[in-house]
């Protein structure tokens, strides 16, 4: 059971978001969602691929949202107009922080994967960034791993991009047990 009281408490601007809790990540459905209401992992995988704005934050981080604090309609409403990330992917944060990744068949790398707060910011006209309060703000966290300098020095560049794949692969799958359709 999570207690909501050290959720608060721990809220603070790259703190990993305590265990026991759930984060939601906004994605776009594939194009039979509709009709089957089904995803299989592979369906997934690219959407915990990296932006090149993901890449360029501090931390590297995938957005995603703690669910106690943003509920999906909130987390939509941080997204451009008409994004079609309408699908709601579920994620415990325990289980993705025990996610084992491999670079090849004898290779594997835990504790990789972690889920950091991350406060959002907005930029007035003066140019001054101050922190955003706008409804469901206060739940934004990161995924934190999936960076090309995360990777393990000693990987080469082929092994690290097979480490890093096989990370999104294994977020995919568990992303694909647990999944709706934002409606609005």
């Not at 709601?88 to 084992?100: F, G, K, N, T």
């Not at 068949?105 to 991350?118: A, C, E, K, P, S």
């Not at 003066?126 to 934190?144: C, M, Q, S, Y």
Request: glycine share 6%; with cysteine.
């Amino acid at each position: 059971m999570v207690n909501l009281l050290e959720i608060v408490n721990s809220g603070q601007h790259l703190d990993a978001v305590p265990p026991g809790c759930c984060v939601l990540r906004l994605a776009r459905p594939p194009k039979d969602y509709q009709e089957k209401r089904r995803i299989s992992a592979i369906q997934l995988e690219a959407e915990f691929a990296l932006s090149t704005e993901d890449r360029q934050s501090i931390p590297p981080h995938l957005s995603v949202w703690v669910e106690v604090f943003t509920q999906p309609g909130q987390a939509y409403s941080f997204l451009a107009a008409d994004s079609p990330r309408k699908l709601v992917l579920r994620l415990e944060v325990d289980r993705v922080r025990d996610i084992v990744g491999f670079s090849d068949q004898n290779n594997h790398y835990r504790n990789l994967l972690n889920i950091l707060w991350v406060h959002l910011f907005i930029e007035n006209t003066e140019g001054i960034h101050f922190r955003d309060n706008r409804l469901g703000a206060e739940g934004h966290a990161g995924i934190t791993g999936l960076d090309e300098q995360s990777t393990p020095p000693e990987l080469t560049n082929r092994e690290a991009k097979n480490l890093r794949k096989d990370l999104r692969a294994k977020l995919a799958e568990l992303a694909s047990k647990d999944h709706w359709l934002l409606i609005g």
